[in-house]
Structure formats: structure tokens, C-alpha cells
């Protein structure tokens, strides 16, 4: 624990997952002094008060004042909007950072409202779960997980490292990179394998020789777990293909080629290829737990919990 705060005060606008889950962390080791919340509703602000807040306004601007940390954490498509309202009232010399799974875009819509002397540093925590609302939230959530940000030439070093300092001391890994690669890069391990978690839910839920109760009570565990990954808020997720598109469509177009390559290999009985290919895949998921970002323990050693109750951010 440190010996004294990273940050005086935090200003968490936006109280889903991983707004609550910061809030627990940076309680349970003393890296905020002050933990100060905004949302839309007043049941999620009830909420978040009464769980990990230490106090919540019924605006953005409000919440901010005094913050020397300020988190977005809301849709990247409204990053613009709750960037313009909150401008007028940061504190100069104040980090404002977010927690978007697209970089570029939110850099475009937020740094023209940065004041002078205010510190853009974008992040994307790689950590998550299905689920969403203030009571969605827990302490370890950011523990062994990557936390990237994509400060620019610009950024003060000093601000960066104090931000990392507070990201660390959640337990996360940091990592920093140029806002274009990160979106490309998200677009291959996120983005891309959540349309297709979608698109083969989608497809199921539409196949008329299989009724929704066989797939259902069939569900072996590589449905399921697309079905756990479909599951994930989809106002966030509308957000993220729409701002970052052109990556995911990179992508779409790489991954039909190699749909067609497989396609044709079925239907040609071309068992050497199938295997060759599933071999180099296998060695990837291998590559994944020794770099400690997996398990290899049954059902990935997710023991399974109770589903928190939902909640608007």
C-alpha cells in the first residue's frame, strides 16, 4: 500500500464494470483519497455511493471539479459529448484518461475540449466480464491483466508515469503504444472475435432444424462461451465497430479468406491441411497461458458465480 494517495481525487464519470471495479481496487490499496462518481440515473448513482463511492453528483461537470484524475468511462460514442460538458471545469494540471476499447476515435472526439495544462492519456483496461452495472465490480478484476495507453509525443512524462503508478498499484500490467496500432491490434484480439461470438449466437438462434431448446440444453462449451462473450453490453459494442471500423473490416476481409481456405479443405478431404492448421492454432492458445494471460485448468479455472445484478451506467 502506499504511503500516501497517487491522486487526491477521482472523478469516475461513468459507473459500469470497470468504473466500479477501479473504485474497489483503488480503495482496497489507498491509491485515491477522494472517489467521486457520475452517471446517467439516479439508481445507478444510488447505487455507486452506497457500494464505492465516496460521494456522486447529479452532473459530469460537478464530478470533476477538483479531480486530479478524471476516468471516462462511458460508450466511445459519447466520449465527445461528456468531453465538451466537463471541459470548462478541469483543474489545470489534471490527467483525464479513459477506458475505450478504441483509441483513435476517442482521441478525435475528446482532445479538442482538453483546457491547456490538462493531460489527455487514453487507456484500455484488457479485462472484463459478460456483465455490467455498478454492482458488476470487484477489486481483482485488473490483476495480471494489460492495462495499453496511447499518450502521444506531446504527453507529459511525468503525468504518464503517475498514471501508471495508480495502474500498477491496481495490479495491472502496463504497456504503451501509437492509438492507430492499438485499434489494429484490438481489432484482431477483441473486436473481430466478438462479431463472430454474435454472428454464430445469431446464426443458432436462426437455424430452423435446431430449436432454441436443443441448443440450449446441447450447449457444449465452445457455444457457451461464445454465448458469454454475445452476452457483453451491446450499447458498448455498437459503439466500438462503429469507431472502429475500418480495422475490424481489415480484419473481417482476413478472416473470410481464411474461412474460404478451410471451407475448401472440408470439402476436399484435405485432413493434412486441417491438421497442420489446427496445430499452429493450438500452439497459440498454448503461447496464451505461458505468457499468463490464461489457464489451461478446466473451463479456463473460472469458477462459476452468481450473476451480479444489472445496471445502467
Known amino acids: 500500500m502506499p504511503a500516501a494517495p497517487i491522486y487526491n481525487r477521482v472523478a469516475l464519470i461513468g459507473l459500469g464494470l470497470i468504473a466500479s471495479s477501479m473504485a474497489h481496487a483503488m480503495r482496497a490499496h489507498g491509491l485515491a483519497g477522494e472517489i467521486v462518481g457520475y452517471a446517467k440515473t439516479p439508481e445507478t448513482r444510488a447505487t455507486a455511493l452506497d457500494l464505492f463511492c465516496d460521494r456522486v453528483t447529479d452532473t459530469a461537470a460537478d464530478a470533476v471539479r477538483g479531480a486530479d484524475l478524471v476516468v471516462l468511462a462511458v460508450p466511445v460514442g459519447a466520449m465527445g459529448a461528456i468531453a465538451a460538458e466537463i471541459g470548462p471545469h478541469l483543474m489545470a494540471g489534471a490527467t483525464v484518461t479513459d477506458v475505450g476499447s478504441v483509441k483513435a476515435a476517442v482521441v478525435a472526439a475528446v482532445a479538442p475540449h482538453m483546457p491547456a495544462g490538462v493531460h489527455l492519456i487514453p487507456g484500455h483496461p484488457l479485462a472484463g466480464t459478460e456483465y455490467s452495472g455498478p454492482r458488476a465490480g470487484f477489486a481483482s478484476l485488473f490483476e495480471n491483466r494489460w492495462w495499453l495507453l496511447t499518450p502521444d509525443v506531446s504527453s507529459d512524462a511525468a503525468a504518464v508515469a503517475r498514471l501508471s503508478s495508480l495502474l500498477a498499484g491496481m495490479g495491472a500490467k502496463i504497456d504503451t503504444m501509437d492509438a492507430q496500432r492499438h485499434d489494429l491490434v484490438l481489432a484482431v484480439v477483441s473486436h473481430t472475435p466478438h462479431l463472430i461470438a454474435y454472428t454464430m449466437v445469431g446464426v443458432a438462434d436462426h437455424l430452423e432444424q435446431v430449436s432454441n431448446s436443443e ?34 473490416l481489415d480484419i473481417l476481409g482476413r478472416f473470410t479468406e481464411e474461412l474460404f481456405a478451410l471451407q475448401r479443405a472440408i470439402r476436399m478431404g484435405d485432413g493434412p491441411m486441417l491438421h497442420d492448421y489446427f496445430t499452429h492454432t493450438r500452439a497459440i492458445r498454448r503461447s496464451i497461458i505461458e505468457a499468463g494471460q490464461d489457464t489451461a485448468a478446466p473451463d479456463f479455472g473460472r469458477a462459476p458465480i452468481p450473476a451480479p445484478d444489472q445496471g445502467t451506467t
Open 215 to 248: 441448443v440450449i440444453q446441447y450447449s457444449a462449451s465452445g457455444f457457451r462461451d461464445f454465448t458469454r462473450i454475445a452476452a457483453s453490453d451491446p450499447t458498448m459494442w455498437r459503439d466500438v465497430f462503429l469507431t472502429n471500423k475500418d480495422a475490424v
